[in-house]
């Protein structure tokens, strides 16, 4: 994307923001060899370093995303050979374990993790406020009260599908 999403197109310019970032981050990785490494894995493997294996329900919420997301990364990880998944207690549980290949990137790992936290500090400098607070300050306000909610106090009316 080459122009700036317009004010009003929320979701655009958070997707925009979003690309930037990880964009950035993930081409980092890829100078230093690991192509098929996401920025989006770093905080798995960090919570499987700390806390090893886990249930991805528990990784999921450990993370602070959805046991979709988690199930996808997840996912991912196995196919870029930086975890295992075997059956839990439960028939439907599967059980994450970091491979051999991703203690070996550890060292990269951490250092990737450690330089954009140091640049995410410079960039929230430059800003009004460094943005994880703004974030989680929308966080909060969505969660008193859903933007569906919101949207429905502006007297927009339900209708069904259009006809066929």
């Keep these: 994307?080459?122009?700036?999403?317009?004010?009003?197109?929320?979701?655009?310019?958070?997707?925009?923001?979003?690309?930037?970032?990880?964009?950035?981050?993930?081409?980092?990785?890829?100078?230093?060899?690991?192509?098929?490494?996401?920025?989006?894995?770093?905080?798995?493997?960090?919570?499987?370093?700390?806390?090893?294996?886990?249930?991805?329900?528990?990784?999921?919420?450990?993370?602070?995303?959805?046991?979709?997301?988690?199930s996808q990364s997840v996912a991912e990880m196995s196919r870029a050979g930086l975890v295992t998944r075997a059956p839990g207690t439960d028939a439907r549980q599967r059980i994450v374990t970091l491979t051999d290949r991703a203690y070996a990137l550890l060292p990269v790992i951490e250092a990737e993790w450690a330089a954009t936290t140091t640049a995410m500090r410079e960039l929230d400098a430059e800003l009004p406020v460094p943005l994880a607070d703004e974030l989680y300050a929308v966080l909060a306000a969505l969660r008193r009260r859903p933007l569906r909610d919101r949207i429905a106090d502006t007297g927009l009316a339900p209708t069904g599908p259009p006809p066929a």
Excluded: K, N, Q, W
């Excluded at 925009?16 to 970032?21: A, I, K, Q, S, T």
């Design 1 to 70: 994307m080459t122009g700036i999403p317009d004010r009003e197109a929320l979701g655009t310019l958070l997707r925009h923001v979003l690309e930037l970032l990880d964009g950035d981050v993930a081409a980092g990785y890829a100078e230093r060899g690991l192509a098929d490494y996401r920025p989006r894995f770093s905080p798995l493997v960090r919570v499987l370093v700390a806390d090893g294996p886990l249930a991805i329900r528990d990784l999921a919420a450990r993370v602070g995303v959805t046991h979709s997301a988690a």
